[in-house]
């Protein structure tokens, strides 16, 4: 996974995730992620080209995954806040709307609670 040792990160990806954004960036230029709520497409993370998705004051930045920014719903974050977040892929269709669709792969995010030292480092203790 993309972690540095040292740095507590909102969002990271797993090696196949990081592999499959590497291939959509070669056919569609840089990308970005946003993670759905929920509604057409679960709760997936959502792959756009940048910019297609227009963000503004109620989304949160989590972090990159790659050089992928990755956002999310300030509501959302409210909820999600004490974990970190891990993009992974497994075989499948994606969201409707999501450049992995054809790939027959989709991004899958799983989770896990911070630390309470982790916590600290991210002022959200």
């Not at 792959?47 to 949160?60: A, Q, R």
């Not at 993009?87 to 054809?102: K, Q, T």
Request: charge should be negative; glycine fraction near 12%; proline fraction near 5%.
């Amino acid at each position: 996974m993309n972690q540095e040792d040292n740095e507590v990160r909102k969002v990271i990806a797993t090696d196949a995730a990081l592999e499959l954004i590497g291939l959509l960036e070669s056919k569609h230029g840089p990308v970005m992620f946003h993670q759905s709520g929920g509604c057409c497409d679960g709760s997936s993370p959502m792959c756009f080209p940048l910019g297609e998705f227009l963000v503004g004051d109620s989304d949160v930045l989590m972090g990159e995954i790659g050089e992928a920014p990755f956002y999310m719903s300030r509501a959302q974050y409210e909820y999600w806040k004490y974990t970190q977040l891990i993009i992974d892929v497994v075989p499948g269709r994606g969201g409707m709307f999501s450049l992995e669709g054809p790939e027959g792969k989709r991004f899958l995010t799983r989770s896990r609670v911070f630390s309470e030292e982790e916590l600290q480092r991210l002022n959200l203790k």
